[in-house]
């Protein structure tokens, strides 16, 4: 079975930093891309920023460029997304996607891929 799991969301003030990370289990495919979108309340879903496996690849939306960074082990098939310079916009629920095969972290971002698996989400709330 292949499961996400996403963690180190967290309540923090407006400037600070987290790190979430997203481990993903129950496949066997050494190509695969993984994007982390977000969710706040009253909105839609947005993309944030998508890797591929081997990390050669990466893609940022515009509005956290410069200020987040992702990054993967793929030997432990774990994601990360440093997040630092946060702002109350970035409060939202964060989930993290897995797109088995091969993509470009671009095509990933604007093609419409529809991801195979997708995490429960962590809550990261910014405030003043």
């Known amino acids: ?3 996400l799991v996403e963690s180190g969301g967290g309540s923090v003030q407006a400037g ?3 790190r979430l990370s997203c481990a993903a289990s129950g496949f066997a495919n050494t190509d695969y891309g993984i994007g982390w979108f977000r969710q706040a309340p ?3 879903r947005e993309g944030v920023s ?3 496996s081997d990390g050669s690849s ?3 939306a515009d509005s956290v460029k410069g200020r987040f960074t992702i990054s993967i082990d793929n030997i ?3 994601a990360y997304l440093q997040m630092n310079s946060l702002k109350p916009e970035d409060t939202a629920v964060y989930y993290c996607a897995l797109l088995l095969g091969w993509v470009t ?3 990933m971002a604007t093609a419409g891929y529809e991801y195979d698996y997708w995490g429960q989400g962590t809550q990261v709330t910014v405030s003043l």
């Open 16 to 18: 600070e930093s987290l």
């Open 42 to 44: 009253g909105k839609e």
């Open 50 to 52: 998508w890797i591929t």
């Open 1 to 3: 079975e292949v499961q």
């Open 105 to 107: 972290a671009e095509a």
């Open 58 to 60: 990466t893609h940022y």
């Open 76 to 78: 432990k098939n774990t």
